[in-house]
């Protein structure tokens, strides 16, 4: 496991080097235990070949491991599986557009329980500016920002191989460079023309992507879906979102979306839709249960092995 995690650090030099320090520390102060690692990409292996294929050489892509694999995927199954719940649908029967909206943020298009499109692609820089992401940009821009782009990151060693373009979009962009604050509740406030520009620029990105997924869903949506920090906190974000997509039929009961987290005897999945309009749920996320219930399972299939 290990090793095969280190053969994918280059596509998340941010993330896998701190995994693998940990997994190594790990199994040499507990040597008879079981390591298991839980990918966020796993949730995405059923995105269709037109949408994980970027049209680039096939024979470089193939060599390179070069496609979309999505992100934010254990924090999707949980999401999943408390809205099929919440339904009372099964999850192969279940529809939904999703927002995991972070600090990282990404959208995921839900159809029959498996993921068919995600904002995210190769790494997590794709699709959604975040609080130190650009998100989606003109490919070639980061060139004209800086004529460092393909030298490496001071930050760089032999364990993380990071270039000054992929620390510019990754730690140097997003609200923090345009607001000069990671905190959303910061920006969501729009106490200064730059907070107020960083906030209408994630609202319109996010638009983009529900109407996006709305087609390609056929239109057959269970529920819009917020998660997150920023989605399960940002009442004026949600309020600001659906108000954009009222014509794809949803509407926000203003009392249930301002309520959301004030109350102690709140679930885990709340409804804030405008009643006749299509359903607008929040969702608590917990990608934590999800590595829990995974390793109940692992555990008991070597049980069963015995």
Not at 65 to 80: D, Q, T
Not at 286 to 299: K, R, T, Y
Request: with cysteine; net charge neutral; glycine share 10%.
């Amino acid at each position: 496991m290990y090793h095969h995690i280190a053969e994918l650090s280059d596509l998340a030099p941010l993330h896998n080097a701190a995994a693998l320090r940990l997994i190594r520390t790990i199994s040499e102060q507990l040597p008879t235990s079981i390591p298991l690692a839980f990918f966020d990409t796993s949730f995405h292996s059923t995105l269709p070949p037109h949408v994980r294929t970027y049209p680039i050489s096939p024979a470089r892509a193939q060599k390179n491991k070069l496609r979309k694999y999505g992100f934010h995927g254990l924090s999707y199954a949980s999401i999943l599986r408390h809205t099929s719940a919440s339904l009372g649908k099964a999850k192969e029967r279940v529809s939904i557009i999703a927002l995991h909206l972070g600090s990282g943020a990404s959208a995921c298009a839900i159809r029959d329980g498996a993921s068919l499109d995600t904002s995210m692609g190769i790494t997590p820089l794709a699709g959604l500016p975040g609080a130190t992401r650009s998100g989606s940009v003109d490919p070639s821009l980061v060139f004209h920002y800086t004529h460092n782009a393909g030298k490496p990151s001071r930050a760089a060693s032999k364990e993380l191989h990071v270039t000054r373009a992929e620390e510019i979009l990754n730690k140097e962009c997003g609200w923090k460079a345009l607001a000069g604050t990671t905190d959303f509740g910061v920006v969501s406030e729009g106490r200064s023309e730059e907070a107020r520009l960083a906030f209408d620029i994630f609202v319109d990105r996010v638009v983009g992507f529900v109407g996006s997924y709305f087609v390609k869903l056929g239109g057959r949506v269970d529920a819009l879906v917020f998660a997150g920090g920023i989605g399960e906190k940002g009442a004026k974000l949600r309020r600001e979102v659906v108000r954009a997509v009222e014509c794809l039929g949803y509407g926000v009961d203003e009392g249930k979306n301002e309520a959301v987290g004030k109350g102690d005897e709140e679930g885990v999945v709340v409804e804030i839709g405008k009643e006749g309009c299509r359903r607008v749920l929040v969702v608590k996320t917990d990608e934590q249960s999800e590595m829990a219930l995974g390793c109940m399972e692992v555990a008991g299939k070597i049980e069963a092995a015995k």
